[in-house]
């Protein structure tokens, strides 16, 4: 059950029209997670600070089970979410900051209890 978390500097009007559904089809394809099984939040018009810079930013955390706990995994799919938050959301890849939780199934509650 990925998580991913879009924060951003920029303003809601930024933020192209059904980017949520966007990043969420993109996540489960990148992660190879069901659909449905993915989770996103986007949170705009927040005060950031990037590189010492608060010129338009965003980063990006993503918490998964099983698909976000080495390098060599982690490297292959920042490819894949840079190539689609670069041009969706106007900003350079220096301008994007992705960070990476991996989880144990005992860490997720749903349906009144967690997995084991």
């Known amino acids: 059950m990925p998580f991913l978390d879009l924060e ?11 980017f949520a559904k966007k990043l969420c089809k ?3 394809s990148i992660l190879g997670k069901p659909e449905e099984r993915v989770n996103v939040t986007v949170k705009s ?8 810079s608060t010129e338009p930013c965003a980063q990006l955390l993503v918490s998964s089970i ?5 390098a060599e995994q982690n490297k292959g799919h920042s490819a894949r979410f840079f190539e689609l938050l670069s041009p969706e959301l106007n900003l ?3 301008r ?11 860490q997720i ?7 084991t």
């Open 8 to 18: 951003t500097n920029l303003p809601s009007q930024q933020i192209p029209e059904g």
């Open 45 to 52: 018009d927040l005060t950031m600070v990037i590189g010492g």
């Open 26 to 28: 993109a996540a489960a």
């Open 66 to 70: 099983g698909v976000v706990g080495t």
């Open 92 to 94: 350079g890849y220096d």
């Open 109 to 115: 509650g749903k349906n009144g209890t967690v997995q």
């Open 96 to 106: 994007i900051v992705i960070r990476y939780y991996p989880l144990e199934p005992w």
